[in-house]
């Protein structure tokens, strides 16, 4: 047995395989899988031990979520993040600074929600960290990570803002480019977070989200791809393909025990780091705006609840039932599973419009 391993290791010296993106993306994603299949019972038991009566439930949202959902423990993110950092960790090239750029984003993002979950829990009440404090922690994260971004690129795009469709037309932002970028995380991470309010319902756009840029940032990393596909080319991003298959395996993982009825609920732990991550490899690829439209649907239910906000405050009236709109199509009759099920449709009709304005040859 140890003779076949040691000639399977030279033969895997050998070919070098460990080289390929592709190999280690397909690395990322199975351990990252395994890893939450292997350790999730065990957190979701020990986090419905912690908590008790579990994440609390909106009085004023759809019944039945009273009925179904009471009682399920919050956090779940925890049993992503672990699996993707520890894949990440252990497939990706960490001489890359963009790797740790997302890795900083991610944790940091992760560990403000952890905070707010855990008050939440707490208090038995939807009244977390305050809001101005945890987007101002978000906005400092988001602003550092864009920076490092601007000192990690090379060549003329470190603070500028491509487009779709043409290649080369670049907006040069200056140093309103780290504003520009910490936006784009924050606002990310918490198009996500308002996105999680169902079971299932946010984790399958984020790895259709986390497939595409697997893809973009595998071609705008790759000089003889980009140059043939029409692509600008950003040095060194090519390696967040990993970063993306461990976001990808540990998604799937995750799904495995949030698929209806769910075990454990994501929670702001991971639906802000998920997002955070999504936003911090659109700014890093300069796929920005491609992001705005491959996760539409997170688009989508940040602007219904600044709609129904607006709205409210200056007329008095709701546009929507309950926002986000998720809520609302509940509220019309949709069952839960329907309401997922055609939000994910979506999710692939979104992605493929995106990966379509990439000016393919």
Known sequence: MLY??????????????????TF???GAVITALFFVFLFGPGMIAMLRLKQGRGQPIREDGPQTHLLTKKGTPTMGGLMILSGAVFSTLLWANL??????????????????GFYDDYLKVKRMSHAGFGSK??????????????????????GAYGTSLLFPFVKDLALNLGYFYIL?????VVAAGNSVNLTDGLDGLAIVPVMVAAACFALIAYLVGSVTFSDYLFLNYVPGTAELSVVCGALIG??????????????????????????????????????EIVLAIIGGLFVLETVSVIVQVASFRLTGKRVFRMA??????EHLGWTESQVVIRFWIISFVLALIGLSSLKLR
């Open 4 to 21: 076949f391993l040691g000639q399977l290791g030279d033969a895997l010296t050998a070919f070098n395989v460990f080289r390929y993106i």
């Open 24 to 26: 280690r993306t397909a």
């Open 95 to 112: 001489g890359n600074g963009y790797v740790w750029v997302v890795l900083f984003v991610t944790i940091g993002f992760g560990a403000i």
């Open 133 to 154: 404090q945890r987007l101002l922690l978000e906005a400092l994260i988001g602003c550092i990570a864009a920076f490092a971004t601007s000192q990690l690129a090379q």
């Open 180 to 184: 520009f970028g910490g936006f784009v």
């Open 250 to 287: 540990a998604g799937l993982g995750f799904l495995w025990f949030n698929a209806p009825p769910a075990q454990i609920f994501m929670g702001d732990t991971g639906s802000l780091a998920l997002g955070g991550a999504l936003g911090s490899i659109a700014v890093i690829t300069k796929h």
């Open 324 to 329: 986000p709109i998720h809520h609302h199509f």
